[in-house]
């Protein structure tokens, strides 16, 4: 019995789901899903108006605007970083950048939530690094002398094993 036991799953949802796990592995989907969220409550909130009552609280300012600009490249930045991995960097410097911006324009960053989504998104999206493929050792070639049976093959270094 081997030490993976689990049984593979043959339908297309298994396979879906499998294949949607090697997508999501290569790309900082993480970073992208969390600026996206970000954009969410950025572009939405300064929008709203709060009913307390018969009391209105229009949270509208004059910056409504650049709000909706910022939320909108939050998203686009997000799909960005899901799509071309390779310019994960600069996304995620803009996604932390725009974060801060929206501290000032976006009423204290949609309440400081897209701010800090902006801030894990894009700290994600900058530290991911893609994964590096596992090299096959190369196979000991056959004539090739290396040392009595069971001496390790350490060059120049001193040997456990008693010639």
Excluded: C
């Excluded at 950048?97 to 902006?118: I, P, Q, T």
């Excluded at 994600?124 to 290396?146: F, I, N, Q, T, Y």
């Amino acid at each position: 019995m081997s030490a993976d036991t689990r049984s593979l799953q043959s339908g297309s949802f298994g396979r879906a789901r499998r294949t949607f796990r090697a997508w999501r592995g290569r790309r900082p989907f993480w970073g992208g899903l969390w600026t996206i969220l970000a954009g969410i409550p950025v572009m939405y909130i300064p929008y709203q108006t709060m009913t307390l009552g018969d009391l209105h609280i229009r949270l509208a300012t004059t910056a409504g605007a650049g709000s909706l600009i910022i939320g909108v490249l939050l998203i686009v930045l997000g799909l960005t970083m899901w799509f071309q991995p390779q310019s994960r960097v600069f996304a995620g410097v803009a996604t932390l950048l725009l974060g801060l911006v929206s501290l000032v324009v976006s009423n204290f960053g949609a309440f400081l939530v897209g701010f800090l989504l902006a801030l894990v998104g894009g700290g994600l999206g900058v530290s991911w690094a893609p994964g590096k493929p596992v090299a096959e050792e190369p196979a000991d070639e056959p004539g090739v002398d290396d040392g009595p049976a069971g001496a390790p093959a350490a060059p120049g270094g001193p040997s456990l094993v008693k010639e």
